[in-house]
């Protein structure tokens, strides 16, 4: 019993054996017809020789925003008193002192495995009933980096003091490190401490060490594939508000101003903006882009945002692409010379925020939470639809449920800023001897 029971044993090895290496040579040699294919997803994955993107036959619908109407004449009453509000709190705030840190965080890369792992895994989940496989799993998520900032203001003169510890730049770029025989990495950990000036938004000086230095002589010494610009606008306090440096007052001047709306959420009253911004306005342009600014103001105080979702649209004209066979390799996607077809493309950005009170009648941002989601092919989210029906605008409430549930599930990338001390007008201190 037993020596039949140690071949049966062997023999079934040698079964599994002879099935992966069946699988595995119908994966190297199988041999596609050659077809015509889009891509949905990927529009980066085509090879560098292709050339530079064909020019757009003609204007976008979205970007043609002549057919808008204008704001309404209660809408117009609306946004000029929000603008008044606004302005009148910001000459409120004279100077002041904020500390607070930023933490970033991407989605953990899929760890690669060997491929015969995944024929296994592969093998497995076909037995596995579609009711019992978990399709809802959430990536994991990494920290890449955390930055702790001293922020002084005082009229248009700003210090920083930046603590950071970070292996990614504050918007998830490599940061290159030189080693000590001279090569590149990137992708480690590093401590550093910074200190800038500011006045009317240019960077005067910098500090390393102990030592004030004219920001233009600091950077004539730099290696070359260093970046000069160390200073990241991410480090204002103020650029959380929007997402930009901008206070909403002036901010909104930029945009074309859509939709301003009293809306009441549990009978809170708050204003409602959508702001909308083209660029690329002529046939002679390989892309056309336009952002979306839906803004709802916090019930609390109408000068900041609680919530903002922020809408990047692209279109433009993509290669068709075939599969061409390989000798002894596996087929490969190639642009058909000559033809495209017309590609939109749509990114969501949002913020979310929450404010407290620093000082009698002075609010400031407690938190801020901002998460990025990745381009999805406007196609997708409206299947029935040809592009020269899709919605001129699209709004939040215009994207179908399934998609909303969809695309918040997993954003790319977080970065969450918190506020540790706030103190408002103050006198700004700082002690800059020996910087000139």
Same mark, same amino acid.
């Given at each position: 019993?037993?020596?039949?029971?140690?071949?049966?044993?062997?023999?079934?090895?040698?079964?599994?054996?002879?099935?992966?290496?069946?699988?595995?040579?119908?994966?190297?040699?199988?041999?596609?017809?050659?077809?015509?294919?889009?891509?949905?997803?990927?529009?980066?994955?085509?090879?560098?020789?292709?050339?530079?993107?064909?020019?757009?036959?003609?204007?976008?619908?979205?970007?043609?925003?002549?057919?808008?109407?204008?704001?309404?004449?209660?809408?117009?009453?609306?946004?000029?008193?929000?603008?008044?509000?606004?302005?009148?709190?910001?000459?409120?705030?004279?100077?002041?002192?904020?500390?607070?840190?930023?933490?970033?965080?991407?989605?953990?890369?899929?760890?690669?495995?060997?491929?015969?792992?995944?024929?296994?895994?592969?093998?497995?989940?076909?037995?596995?009933?579609?009711?019992?496989?978990?399709?809802?799993?959430?990536?994991?998520?990494?920290?890449?980096?955390?930055?702790?900032?001293?922020?002084?203001?005082?009229?248009?003169?700003?210090?920083?003091?930046?603590?950071?510890?970070?292996?990614?730049?504050?918007?998830?770029? =490599?940061? !290159?490190?030189?080693? +000590? *025989?001279? #090569?590149?990495?990137?992708?480690?950990? $590093?401590?550093? @401490?910074? &200190?800038?000036?500011?006045?009317?938004?240019?960077?005067?000086?910098?500090?390393?060490?102990?030592?004030?230095?004219?920001?233009?002589?600091?950077?004539?010494?730099?290696?070359?594939?260093?970046?000069?610009?160390?200073?990241?606008?991410?480090?204002?306090?103020?650029?959380?508000?929007?997402?930009?440096?901008?206070?909403?007052?002036?901010?909104?001047?930029?945009?074309?101003? =859509?939709? !301003?709306?009293?809306? +009441? *959420?549990? #009978?809170?009253?708050?204003?409602?903006? $959508?702001?909308? @911004?083209? &660029?690329?306005?002529?046939?002679?342009?390989?892309?056309?882009?336009?952002?979306?600014?839906?803004?709802?103001?916090?019930?609390?105080?109408?000068?900041?945002?609680?919530?903002?979702?922020?809408?990047?649209?692209?279109?433009?004209?993509?290669?068709?692409?075939?599969?061409?066979?390989?000798?002894?390799?596996?087929?490969?996607?190639?642009?058909?010379?000559?033809?495209?077809?017309?590609?939109?493309?749509?990114?969501?950005?949002?913020?979310?925020?929450?404010?407290?009170?620093?000082?009698?009648?002075?609010?400031?941002?407690?938190?801020?939470?901002?998460?990025?989601?990745?381009?999805?092919?406007?196609?997708?989210?409206?299947?029935?639809?040809?592009?020269?029906?899709?919605?001129?605008?699209?709004?939040?409430?215009?994207?179908?449920?399934?998609?909303?549930?969809?695309?918040?599930?997993?954003?790319?990338?977080?970065?969450?800023?918190?506020?540790?001390?706030?103190?408002?007008?103050?006198?700004?201190?700082?002690?800059?001897?020996?910087?000139?």
């Amino acid at each position: 019993m037993f020596t039949r029971h140690k071949h049966t044993q062997v023999y079934r090895k040698i079964f599994f054996f002879l099935f992966l290496l069946g699988v595995s040579c119908f994966l190297l040699l199988h041999r596609p017809e050659k077809t015509t294919q889009r891509p949905t997803r990927d529009t980066t994955a085509l090879p560098p020789e292709f050339g530079k993107t064909q020019l757009l036959s003609e204007t976008p619908r979205f970007i043609k925003t002549e057919g808008i109407p204008p704001l309404s004449p209660q809408e117009t009453r609306l946004l000029e008193q929000l603008k008044t509000e606004v302005t009148a709190y910001n000459t409120k705030i004279k100077s002041g002192e904020i500390e607070f840190s930023v933490t970033v965080s991407q989605i953990a890369p899929q760890e690669t495995k060997p491929l015969f792992v995944e024929l296994l895994e592969g093998v497995r989940d076909n037995f596995i009933p579609e009711k019992e496989k978990d399709g809802d799993v959430l990536p994991t998520y990494k920290e890449t980096g955390h930055w702790y900032i001293t922020y002084r203001f005082n009229g248009e003169t700003e210090f920083f003091d930046v603590k950071a510890r970070a292996k990614r730049d504050m918007n998830g770029g =490599i940061i !290159v490190t030189q080693t +000590e *025989n001279g #090569g590149l990495r990137h992708d480690i950990w $590093q401590e550093t @401490h910074h &200190q800038f000036l500011r006045h009317r938004k240019q960077t005067l000086y910098i500090r390393e060490g102990t030592k004030w230095r004219p920001y233009d002589k600091w950077q004539q010494v730099l290696p070359v594939w260093i970046p000069t610009n160390v200073f990241d606008k991410c480090f204002n306090p103020y650029w959380w508000h929007l997402g930009d440096e901008e206070p909403l007052d002036r901010f909104i001047h930029r945009d074309k101003i =859509i939709g !301003v709306k009293w809306v +009441e *959420n549990d #009978g809170d009253p708050y204003f409602y903006l $959508q702001l909308y @911004h083209t &660029q690329a306005e002529n046939v002679d342009a390989s892309v056309g882009s336009a952002t979306t600014h839906e803004i709802w103001m916090h019930p609390q105080t109408r000068v900041y945002p609680k919530r903002i979702l922020i809408a990047n649209r692209r279109a433009q004209l993509q290669p068709e692409l075939e599969i061409v066979e390989k000798f002894f390799s596996i087929a490969e996607a190639e642009p058909v010379p000559g033809k495209y077809y017309y590609f939109e493309t749509i990114s969501f950005q949002s913020l979310t925020s929450e404010i407290a009170e620093y000082e009698p009648g002075i609010f400031f941002p407690k938190t801020v939470t901002e998460e990025s989601y990745g381009e999805d092919n406007v196609s997708e989210i409206f299947p029935n639809r040809p592009n020269s029906e899709y919605p001129v605008i699209i709004r939040e409430a215009l994207l179908p449920e399934w998609f909303r549930k969809e695309y918040k599930k997993a954003p790319g990338l977080k970065r969450v800023m918190n506020v540790h001390r706030a103190v408002f007008n103050i006198p700004m201190e700082l002690d800059i001897q020996g910087t000139l």
